[in-house]
């Protein structure tokens, strides 16, 4: 059973575009990450949130977490064709001692010049 | 980026081989993480070291063995894979347990 499902699993889309993507869950996290990992590297974090409903903007990403904290969005303005990659969101769950970090399969970006 | 390396980036071996993937972190990092990539399956945390002690093992088969010798290193040390196993493997350091994550390049293995 997957705890993070995220849609659509692949978008194409034009350069100067918009786009969302999303990252839902039936589980409550304590915090949810976003990473873009581009062929043959690892991924790399774009963003922490912490805060059911918190918002952060990153340039042209602006990052949503739901207010039960079970969900996030991220969506790109003006796409350009450096933002193609594969997007991942992770959840954190703390407590009791463990630790345990769920990725989403991904949303796989390419943007058409 | 050099904050983690990884090596080797590709490795093929037979299902009787023994081989060994390295990893290092030059941030200063005090945990340490292994996980697998496969395709169309989501990353799966495979290890977790804190300050060198083991904190997580998925249920891990034991043909994979981690191997954590300081705070900068660690490795994963493979013997009797299966072809199942074949994947990209990423090694991810953090600050601190459950910190956000720093990955390396990770190593493309094919098990033949």
């Known amino acids: 059973t997957q705890l993070l499902e995220q849609s659509p699993q692949f978008l194409s889309i034009q350069e100067g575009e918009n786009l969302t993507v999303y990252c839902n869950s039936s589980s409550v996290f304590s915090s949810l990450q976003w990473y873009r990992q581009e062929p043959g590297e690892g991924p790399v974090l774009l963003v922490t949130v912490v805060t059911g409903g918190e918002v952060k903007k990153l340039k042209r990403l602006t990052f949503q977490f739901g207010d039960a904290r079970k969900d996030s969005s991220l969506h790109i303005t003006a796409a350009q064709p450096g933002d193609t990659g594969l997007y991942l969101c992770?959840?954190?769950?703390?407590?009791?001692?463990?630790?345990?970090?769920?990725f989403g399969k991904g949303t796989k970006l390419s943007v058409i010049p | 980026e050099t904050g983690v390396t990884q090596t080797p980036r590709h490795l093929v071996m037979g299902m009787t081989n023994k081989k060994s993937l390295k990893c290092e972190q030059h941030l200063g990092h005090n945990a340490m993480y292994w996980y697998k990539q496969s395709a169309k399956k989501p990353l799966e945390l495979m290890f977790v070291y804190s300050l060198e002690e083991r904190v997580e093992n998925n249920s891990v088969p034991s043909r994979f063995s981690p191997e954590c010798p300081n705070s900068s290193h660690l490795f994963l040390h493979l013997h009797t894979l299966q072809p199942e196993d074949s994947a990209l493997y990423l090694c991810?350091?953090?600050?601190?347990?459950?910190?956000?994550?720093?990955f390396g390049p990770g190593t493309r293995l094919t098990v033949t």
């Open positions: 992770a959840g954190a769950k703390t407590g009791a001692g463990s630790y345990q970090l769920t």
């Open positions: 991810a350091s953090s600050q601190e347990y459950a910190g956000e994550q720093y």
